[in-house]
């Protein structure tokens, strides 16, 4: 808030010096042209008149005449006597005198105080709160405006009226950075409130930003609403944070999904923000990370950071996310190619072998005992047949001879 005094007292010096010395006030939009009317010069040469700068361009006053060369891409002066400036910059705010003499000796001086200015883009809240704790110091919020000049102020409204930072139950941190290249300005500013317990308990917050020249219309953010929790039975402290990846390991396939999912049980809900490899995400707040088509870019170690308001931010262990090594072509879901492939069918081919080896060695075996145990069958019964063959043998033939001799004379 001190910037914007500072501010405010500098435009008012500048518009009372030109009003004591009879300057005309000229804004002019950063990168548009500008064309200075030199007073009393007649229209058409012969001219006699004469235009002298003083910007910051310039160490001291620069001399700029019809007869002259143009300064460069800077300045020129036109057929009809005016002063063109193509693209006024930063660096063109200053002081433009012209004097012209009139054909008929009438001496005329213009005098112009020249201020350029460029609108920034619309003021937005940065890092909000989703909960705020009655009786406790909270962050709300961080109100960012970039690309402006002059500088500007930022302003934070409760319920559309402003706030004033008292040091106790609003407080508010300012930052102002000024790029080194275009010169131009990005604001931030943080508000701190402590809620009175039995206040309201959806109060809105929103930030608006005034530019540094005047009648220029201020520019304001999309509103927030928080929730303000007393300290009561229903509220839940937080204890621990834990990071859940899915799937288990946080291993996938290139091209796959992987979630992240913050848990951190507590009431009001904490904010979470998301670090990898140890440095913050650019995200807005939230529970979940969702990792779709997986990529090279995307490993690496995750954790959240669990901020909850009457705690200080508490961080979870960290998790890898890595993708599986797989060949030329890939892996898709139920299949395996490439080395992968060959190894399998070597695995199976030497296990297949082995398995009929195996077999044919227990055919075998099986065969030959069958074999020993018919011969042990079949002795017995071949030595028995023998014996009644020897026993035929033996057997004398008297009967033959019996009958032989009944049937004689």
């Not at 979630?259 to 529970?287: F, M, N, S, V, Y």
């Amino acid at each position: 808030m001190a910037a914007g005094a500072v501010v405010r007292a500098w435009m008012l010096v500048l518009s009372l010096w030109g009003t004591v010395m009879g300057d005309q006030n000229i804004t002019a939009r950063i990168g548009k042209p500008l064309v200075l009317n030199c007073k009393g010069a007649p229209k058409k040469p012969p001219q006699q008149l004469e235009w002298k700068l003083n910007t910051g361009r310039t160490e001291a006053w620069k001399v700029l005449s019809p007869q002259g060369d143009p300064w460069d891409s800077v300045a020129r002066v036109l057929p009809n006597g005016s002063l063109l400036l193509p693209a006024v910059g930063i660096q063109d705010e200053g002081t433009f005198r012209c004097r012209a003499t009139s054909r008929s000796g009438k001496e005329t001086k213009s005098n112009y105080r020249v201020r350029v200015y460029q609108i920034p883009g619309k003021p937005e809240i940065v890092d909000p709160a989703s909960e705020l704790m009655a009786g406790v110091p909270n962050k709300v919020g961080t109100c960012v405006s970039e690309g402006g000049y002059p500088a500007g102020t930022l302003n934070w409204l409760l319920d559309g009226k402003t706030l004033i930072p008292d040091g106790k139950g609003v407080s508010v941190k300012e930052e102002t950075k000024r790029h080194p290249k275009t010169g131009l300005f990005t604001l931030h500013s943080e508000l701190m409130v402590t809620p009175a317990r039995g206040g309201a308990l959806h109060p809105t917050f929103s930030c608006s930003f005034t530019p540094g020249l005047p009648r220029r219309r201020a520019l304001h953010t999309a509103p927030i609403q928080l929730r303000v929790w007393s300290e009561r039975r229903d509220a839940v402290p937080l204890k621990e944070v834990q990071l859940v990846v899915e799937p288990e390991g946080g291993v996938v396939a290139p091209g796959g999904t992987v979630t992240l999912t913050c848990e951190a049980p507590a009431q009001p809900p904490p904010q979470i923000h998301w670090i990898k490899d140890g440095r913050p995400l650019p995200l807005p707040p939230g529970p979940m990370l969702l990792l779709p088509e997986v990529g090279p870019e995307d490993q690496g170690t995750y954790s959240c950071v669990a901020t909850h308001p009457s705690h200080g931010p508490q961080e979870s262990r960290a998790v890898s996310v890595s993708i599986i090594e797989t060949g030329e072509e890939g892996t898709t879901a139920g299949s395996v190619e490439g080395p992968g492939l060959e190894t399998l069918a070597l695995t199976l081919g030497i296990l297949g072998g082995l398995g009929t080896v195996a077999l044919l060695i227990g055919v075998i075996v099986w065969h030959r005992r069958r074999q020993r145990k018919g011969q042990e069958r079949k002795v017995p019964e071949n030595q028995e047949e023998e014996e009644e063959e020897r026993a035929e043998l033996n057997q004398p033939e008297e009967p033959e001879a019996a009958e032989s001799s009944t049937g004689g004379p």
